[in-house]
């Protein structure tokens, strides 16, 4: 228990640095809801997950939190199930309409779970689909392997993968709006994907 305990400060902290943060850098990013069906696939994975703050003073220090998930992906529906020092932490779930969560209790109030969906469906969902979900003034665009969420010319969100395949290999969210990265890591439980 007082390692799952640490864990939480260690996300608490860096969730109040974020936030911190945000006083300064406003625009958070649009929430994003897209139907699981427009995924246009399916996918069982499991991630590796290191959350770090994007920007620090020169006078602090930050370890990385790092969190296990989850993550399926059908036309039905998504979820996602969360694990840190062996205990499950979060339970997703995203069928288009119906949101459903449960969480750890000691988990901070800052941490919010529409931001996994959020960011998931930011970084592995089809180009097009995100673009059509975004408010006026965002772009998102994708060159080579990085994509880059804007508002009004300026970057807030940049996603970089390491190779073609978006679920499978090593990919960095910074996250500059709500200042965090995400060092990520898939793989598929099953070996395949099926992407249409």
């Known amino acids: ?3 799952i ?11 109040l640095g974020s936030v911190a943060c945000q006083k300064q850098m406003p625009a958070a990013l649009p929430e994003l809801r897209l139907s699981p069906s427009s995924f246009n696939g399916s996918v069982n994975m499991i991630q590796q997950i290191q959350i770090t703050p994007l920007h620090l ?3 602090e220090k930050s ?7 989850l993550v399926e992906i059908s036309p039905e529906k998504v979820k996602i199930a969360g694990f840190a020092m062996g205990q499950r932490i979060l339970n997703l779930s995203w069928d ?3 949101w459903e969560s449960t969480r750890h209790p000691l988990l901070p109030p800052e941490f919010k779970e529409s931001q996994v969906l959020r960011d998931l469906q930011y ?4 180009l097009e689909v995100v673009c059509a979900a975004l408010p006026a003034g965002w772009t998102f665009s994708e060159s080579g392997l990085a994509r880059t969420l804007s508002l009004e010319n300026v970057p807030k969100l940049l996603v970089r993968y390491e190779n073609r ?3 499978q290999g090593d990919m960095t969210v910074d996250n500059v709006a709500e200042n965090y990265r995400l060092r ?4 598929p439980v099953s070996g395949r994907v099926e992407k249409k």
């Open 1 to 3: 228990m007082n390692r």
């Open 5 to 15: 305990l640490l864990w939480v400060a260690c996300l608490g902290a860096l969730l």
């Open 57 to 59: 003073s020169s006078k």
């Open 63 to 69: 370890t990385p939190t790092s969190l296990d998930a």
């Open 96 to 98: 288009g309409q119906n």
């Open 123 to 126: 970084a592995s969902w089809p």
């Open 165 to 167: 395949a978006l679920w």
């Open 184 to 187: 990520i890591r898939s793989k």
